[in-house]
């Protein structure tokens, strides 16, 4: 590649010998320090309980389309004896337990530890010039609390008690009276769930602190803050979110801990009855408390589980279309009002609640408002692609997809911003679809578009092309498969709860969604869905939706084949830039060494300087100071890098 | 490799990276104890009157505490100027100096724990309330835990599906009664457990049988539904089993986890029954006050709780504290040209009275409020009543009452389950408690073992006691807030 970089290269070795020590295999991967190695850790781990949480979805799915069969493969685990029904058929508890634990795998130890934890925690220092991150000790605490708070959340599912039922939202006073009935209270799912996100939080918490100390302090000479990659400001704003909108999470667990171990009535109202007998508990407690503390942290997570994702498809883009990324700017101050209006905007999901309507126009008024920012991101990613040559690379794919997928679940969140249309959508399926368009063909797209994109990178080594085809497009097929019908059957008015797919629900699930002889009856009849001249139901696509979940399942398998056999077999990087992109991370050497760079690195231009008009190469990265293809945000380099100097 | 900014700071910023740090986690420490005062505005602006339970009046509730408040506040604000001049003798780099002024900071925290801990033991241990089926309230003590069910268990019934049955945290696990099965999986019958573990190492071993003896019979049914037989035999492995003791064993039930019980049998929460002869279910209460909050004027001249005091003396002295009061009130509200509101008929003033219950043979003592401030020290009847709690020494001994289950609607200690008030108080202490502990962990520890860093880089050990003396200062601003809300208001 580029003889600046060979240059770095071949002098580093001497130097590089010369720092690194010996270290035991257990400090150098297992308690290690050091970002990248943190950050990997992360990756493997939520990639497994990804895996785990969409294999808890795919029991439920066979509840929903056949209710009355037994339950394959799985009839006959012991495990599954205490939780099917005598015919092997999944039954409300165990349905109930498999969705409270997707929804709290998905999110808290899915995927925020992918996007933030491992993305975050490998690229974020790459991209800003820095050795490592500002606490590496707190880094490595950070995960262990995670890991410690996942083993938590799925030991307890081993529990006799089972795991947690009350929903990943946990809401009070249901989440405090299940499982009442054992002795001991403490080693229930239930309140096992409340230990665990205790855990997660206070990792969250300090993973928060480390990245926005990193991202203020340890910025490279001539780093400036318009020089940011927009990957960094993401990181920057999602660090906020997750450092002030998790504590009241904290305070709604321990309330409702004190609820299930100590007795108090936190949120437990006056008069309550359980299965028919009057509660033992003073009472006067409040449930919209609870939901209120909920909501508070669960809206800006929403956008915690985004904004990463939106912003490696930010990096993938100008790469790609060898452009600069368009509106920079104007994303950045985009990316910050979002992060500010996230935090008031929680109460939509609570319209339902009878919180009145003065406070449910507020509300109305700042999640439309919230649209303004997401519209402007997402409209100059699109923008970016504009009359730009196309590299159609497989993270480019992913990133691609990305565009429209997040569109369709951003923009059939308007009807629910409002609280008239919402009372009719309120936890139907049509709920489901639009945030599962955002975070599984959205941010899972972005999530695979990075480890393509970065892979090179921590290996040394491209992932096959073309096992990336075969799992990129039927995954986009298949996402759809899945999402798409959920808005036509939750207008019908199917809700999310029923295990038995709404089949009690006769007048709903009889409902027509297409003709005999139309074209979506003629494919379902080609699919075996339904019988030949027969009226594709509401219920039908039930089967629709199962069948797409388990195949996009099939479909992740050369995802996995991928990743393992490119580590030893895959083609060899021929420098350490082998996307020709413009940040920072691929100015080291590949795999970056601890300590990551070899020599001081320096900034010298913008974040995005593709096809600068003059310059040699149709990139200028940020780290080589070459005159002749200076762009427009190149100069004060001199300034910037003398004035932070000094201060060493 | 190093860590840019660990020490000095950057110059574009001006601040060293723990910092920049400690002041993000505050951030956070401000959301997080955010958060719970919110809930507190939440649930006190919440509170309805004559349904929930009224909140309490910071001064009634604590009477004397007030007092250690206080004081607590005052020492958290003398450690953290301690603090203070700890990091300034060490930028003057005087080690001696620093380290008295660092355990005169820990000494405070110590200091401040112990205080807390009189109070969380008075509230835990001394203070008890009960209310009866119609809502009305008596405070004082509830004597030797005797909320507890007294039964004589013979044989406990119990399913293998689910966990360990509640009940054998009741028993004493040092006297253990010897069981045998008598009822339960086939081949089990005449098993002898003799004790703890022999029961929950049998219990398991029969739960995992009992799952795969389940799981064969299912897979025998499933396949007789799958090749089309017209009536399968039903699914059936027995799932539950019987212990019977060789000697009848004594349980102290807790209520929490019983939800029924009759001369014969108690059934517990987790559906397991025990089955022997009750001994007594009665509570045994010392009262101190009645609480008629919850209870309308007109009712509260026939309210069950004089049934249970069954003391006319009492009752009269309750209403004419109650007159007494109004007297005063209308008075007060008569010179200001105004009606009594509704709400402070109802309110603590009028509706809370002291009430004292002579033990037999001590019908002389009985007091008229606060009238009978000379009557000899406490001497209790019984060994239960020893120690009788609060300065109650000024009326003679009182008689303990005997309080059936069925008219106890709710009862307890006054912690945290009593009411909101109390839960909301000890959430917030002993989280703001952990806090101080934690803090005080980390400036002992700047202490103790800093001596090596001082000598190495001075700077350094300083910048950490700066970064843990803001910390304090956050821990010490909370209890500033803390003292008034739960104290004063």
Redesign the interface.
């Known amino acids: 590649m580029s003889a600046a970089a060979e240059h770095t290269h071949a002098e580093s070795h001497g130097e590089h010998d010369h ?1 690194e020590h010996y270290e035991p295999f257990w400090r150098k991967y297992i308690f290690s320090t050091d970002h990248k190695v943190i950050g990997l850790q992360y990756g493997f781990t939520s990639l497994v309980f990804l895996a785990f949480g969409f294999f808890l979805m795919m029991v439920m799915r066979w509840s929903i389309a056949y209710p009355d069969r ?1 339950v394959p493969l799985l ?2 685990w ?1 495990w599954f ?2 939780w ?1 029904d ?3 058929r999944v039954t409300g508890d165990l349905y109930n337990m498999f969705g409270a634990m997707h929804g709290t795998i998905m999110v808290f130890l899915g995927i925020v530890p992918l996007a933030f934890g491992a993305f975050g925690n490998y690229v974020t220092p790459l991209q800003i010039g ?3 991150m ?3 000790r707190l880094n490595m605490a950070s995960y262990w609390l995670y890991l410690l708070g996942g083993a938590l959340m799925f030991v307890s599912f081993f ?3 089972g795991a947690a039922k009350a929903g990943w939202t946990n809401y009070s006073p249901l989440a405090t009276t299940t499982d ?5 209270l403490f ?1 229930t799912g239930q309140t096992q769930w409340l230990v665990g996100m205790a855990l997660l939080i206070t990792s969250s ?1 300090l993973g ?3 990245f ?2 990193t991202i ?3 910025r490279c000479r001539g780093m400036t803050w318009m020089r940011l990659p927009f990957f960094v400001w993401a990181m920057l704003v999602t660090g906020f979110l997750l ?6 999470l ?3 667990a ?2 409702q801990l ?1 609820d299930r171990l ?5 949120f437990i109202p ?2 309550l009855n359980v299965s028919g ?1 009057s509660f ?7 449930p919209l ?1 609870y939901q ?2 909920f909501w ?1 942290l669960a809206h800006p997570e929403v956008y915690v589980l985004i904004l990463p994702a939106l912003a490696i498809v930010a990096e993938i883009i100008p790469c790609n279309t060898r452009k600069p990324l368009w509106g920079y700017k104007i994303m950045v101050y985009a990316v910050m009002v979002l992060g500010f209006l996230a935090f008031i905007v929680w109460a939509h999901h609570m319209y339902i609640t009878g919180m009145g309507p003065a406070v449910s126009t507020f509300f109305q008024t700042t999640t439309v408002l919230i649209s303004i920012p997401s519209v402007i991101l997402i409209t100059s990613l699109l923008i970016s692609m504009w009359g730009g040559s196309i590299r159609f690379t497989v993270p480019m794919l992913f990133a691609t997809a990305f565009i429209p997928m997040f569109g369709i679940g951003g923009l059939t969140g308007l009807p629910l911003a409002f609280s008239l249309p919402d009372l009719h959508l309120h936890d139907t399926y049509y709920v489901i679809g639009h945030f599962h368009y955002i975070v599984a063909p959205g941010t899972i797209f972005g999530l695979f578009a990075g480890i393509y994109h970065w892979f090179p990178k921590i290996t040394g080594r491209m992932m096959s092309t073309r096992l990336g085809h075969l799992h990129f497009w039927p995954s986009l097929i298949f996402m759809n498969g899945i999402f798409a019908p959920m808005f036509f059957q939750g207008m019908a008015g199917f809700h999310r709860r029923a295990f038995d797919g709404g089949k009690a629900y006769e007048q709903i699930s009889n409902q027509v969604f297409a003709e005999p002889n139309t074209f979506f009856a003629n494919l379902a009849e080609l699919l075996h869905v339904i019988p030949a001249d027969a009226p594709l139901r509401m219920i039908d696509l039930n089967i629709v939706t199962s069948g797409s979940a388990w195949l996009l399942a099939v479909f992740q398998v050369p995802f996995i084949i991928n990743i393992f056999i490119s580590v030893f077999i895959g083609k060899k990087v021929t420098s350490d830039n082998p996307w020709d992109a413009t940040t920072l991370e691929w100015a080291t050497p590949t795999p970056p060494p ?2 990551n760079f070899i020599t001081e690195p320096v900034a010298y231009r913008g974040p995005y300087e593709y096809s600068v008009p003059g310059a040699p190469k149709d990139f200028s990265p940020q780290f080589e100071n070459d005159p002749s293809s200076i762009g427009e945000n190149s100069a004060k380099v001199g300034e910037a890098s003398t ?2 100097s ?3 | ?5 660990e020490v ?6 001006g ?4 910092k ?2 400690v002041w ?2 505050l ?3 401000v ?2 104890f ?3 005062f919110s ?1 507190y505005v ?2 006190r602006l ?3 009157d004559g ?3 009224p909140w309490p009046w910071g001064v009634s509730v604590h009477k004397s505490f007030v007092w250690l408040g206080a004081i607590n506040t005052v020492v958290l604000i003398a450690s953290s100027v301690g603090v203070v001049f700890a990091w300034v003798s060490l930028k003057e780099r005087n080690w001696r100096r620093y380290q008295i002024w660092m355990y005169f900071v820990v000494a405070c925290a110590v200091v401040f724990m112990c205080l807390k801990m009189v109070e969380y033991n008075s509230k835990l241990n001394h203070h008890h309330g009960i209310k009866l089926i119609d809502n009305s309230v008596m405070e004082g003590v509830i004597l030797d835990q005797t909320d507890e069910l007294r039964f004589n268990g013979e044989t406990i019934t119990f399913g293998l ?9 009741d028993l004493d696990s040092k006297e253990f009664p010897a069981f045998t099965v008598t009822d339960g999986p086939e081949g089990s019958a005449g098993t002898e457990l003799k004790t703890a573990s022999a029961f929950k190492s049998w219990f398991h071993d029969s739960r995992r049988d009992f ?2 003896a ?2 064969t019979d ?2 025998r ?2 396949a007789e ?1 799958a090749s089309g037989v017209a009536n399968p035999k ?2 059936a492995v027995k799932g539950n089993a019987t212990v019977t003791a060789a000697a009848p064993f004594a349980l102290h039930g807790s ?3 019983i ?1 029924g019980h009759n001369e014969t049998t108690v059934n ?4 397991v029954k025990v089955e022997g002869t009750l001994i007594s279910d009665d509570v045994i209460f010392e009262v101190h006050e009645v609480d008629m909050q919850l209870v309308l004027p007109q009712q509260q001249r026939e309210s069950l709780v004089w049934d249970v005091i069954g003391d006319d003396a009492a009752k009269q002295s309750f209403f004419t504290q109650q007159s007494q009061k109004y007297q005063e009130l209308v008075s007060y509200y008569d010179k200001r040209g105004e009606v009594v509101p509704e709400k402070m008929l109802r309110g603590r003033l009028l509706n809370v009275h002291y009430v004292h219950v002579p033990a037999e043979g001590h019908e002389g003592g009985e007091g008229h409020g606060e009238k009978d401030k000379h009557a000899s020290v406490h001497t209790s009847e019984t060994a239960l009543t020893a120690g009788s709690v609060g300065g109650e020494g000024k009326h003679g001994p009182s008689r303990l009452l005997v309080i059936p289950r069925e008219q106890v609607k ?1 009862m ?1 200690n006054h ?6 008030y ?3 108080y ?2 917030m202490t002993a ?1 703001h408690g952990i806090h101080v502990v934690g803090g005080a962990l980390v400036l002992l520890f700047f202490v103790v073992f800093g001596k090596k860093l001082y000598l190495k880089n001075p700077e350094h050990l300083a910048n950490r006691v700066e970064v843990g003396g803001l910390f304090w200062h956050f821990v010490d601003l909370i209890w500033i807030f803390l003292f008034p809300i739960m104290y004063l208001l």
């Not at chain 1, 009442?180 to 001991?184: A, I, K």
């Not at chain 2, 912690?415 to 909101?420: A, D, S």
Request: neutral net charge; hydrophobic residues 45%.
């Open positions: 720092h037994a009839a006959d012991p004896q205490a099917l005598d015919g092997g820095a050795p490592d500002a606490f590496p529990l006799p008690s009442l009935q054992f002795g001991d080693w918490l928060a602190v480390n926005i100390c203020i302090n340890l450092l002030l909108a998790f504590p009241p904290e305070v709604a321990i309330m004190m100590a007795g108090t009535s936190f006056t008069g007998m033992d508990a003073a009472g006067g407690g409040s408390l209120h503390l508070f601890h300590g004035k932070q000094s201060a060493h | 490799m190093e860590i840019p900014y000095t700071p950057r110059r574009d910023t601040l060293y990276n723990a920049l740090g993000l986690f951030a956070s420490e959301m997080l955010g958060g719970l809930a939440f649930l919440g509170v309805q349904v929930d339970n599906q689910g966990a360990l049955p509640a009940v054998l945290r799952f795969k389940l799981a299912r897979k049914y499933r539904i039903p699914v209520p929490r986890k939800v517990y929460r987790d559906g709710f307890g912690g945290p389950r009593y009411g909101n109390y839960a909301i000890f959430t989280l």
